[in-house]
Structure formats: structure tokens, C-alpha cells
């Protein structure tokens, strides 16, 4: 079982940058793969990025290659988005979410556990 909570979220203007982190509780916290995913309203949810358990591989979404970066802290049991050249497309509620993996899930059913999700507001 596992525990999410996300923070980092907020208003920021076209161009602006934020870092979302994610906490999590329960044991094994380095056996899960762990994934960013956003939702815009009226739309699906979908992958942002996603890091393997140990943090050696990494896949992007391709509208946010070259301006978001994934990273992770076993030590600390932390997952981090840190977005630059934000865009009012990049406009979502995002939501952490982890997995058992060795791999780098990239779909929504690969996922056991889920944050509650923060508000990400990109304003043009």
C-alpha cells in the first residue's frame, strides 16, 4: 500500500517555471516505478513522464521533452517535476502516481496508486 500526496502546484505566467514534488508513504517505496500524469478539463488523463524505480530510465510525453525533467529520491521517498517554458497548454490538474515495475509504465492501467492531484494554471 501505498500513500501519495503531491504539492508545488500553482499560477504561473507563459514562459514561468514550477516544481511539483510527491510524498509518499508505505513501504517499498523503491520497488515502484512512479509516473506524472495531467488532466485537462474535458479531457483524458495522460502521461507525463515516468521514471524507472531506480531512476536510471526515463520517458516523456513528446509536447514536454526538452522543458520537464523527472527525478526521484529513494532516500527521501520523493518523486519531482520540475517544468521550465511552461505554456498555457501545460494548464492541468497533474497527479503522481506509483506502480510496481521494472520497467517505465507509461499508461494509466499500469498505475496502482494515485495522489489526489494539484492545479497547475498557466496564465498567457
Known amino acids: 500500500q501505498a500513500h501519495l500526496v503531491e504539492s508545488g502546484g500553482g499560477l504561473v505566467q507563459t514562459g514561468g517555471s514550477l516544481r511539483l514534488s510527491c510524498a509518499t508513504s508505505?513501504?517499498?517505496?523503491?520497488?515502484?516505478?512512479m509516473a506524472w500524469f495531467r488532466q485537462a478539463p474535458g479531457k483524458e488523463r495522460d502521461l507525463v513522464a515516468a521514471?524507472?524505480?531506480?531512476?536510471?530510465?526515463?520517458a516523456y510525453a513528446d509536447s514536454v521533452k526538452g522543458r520537464f525533467t523527472i527525478s526521484r529520491d529513494n532516500a527521501k521517498n520523493t518523486v519531482n517535476l520540475q517544468m521550465n517554458t511552461l505554456k498555457p497548454e501545460d494548464t492541468a490538474v497533474y497527479y503522481c502516481?506509483?506502480?510496481?515495475?521494472?520497467?517505465?509504465?507509461?499508461?494509466?492501467?499500469?498505475?496502482?496508486?494515485w495522489g489526489q492531484g494539484t492545479q497547475v494554471t498557466v496564465s498567457s
Open positions: 508505505g513501504r517499498r517505496f523503491d520497488s515502484y516505478a
Open positions: 521514471i524507472k524505480w531506480n531512476g536510471d530510465n526515463t
Open positions: 502516481a506509483a506502480g510496481y515495475s521494472i520497467g517505465v509504465p507509461t499508461t494509466l492501467q499500469d498505475y496502482d496508486y
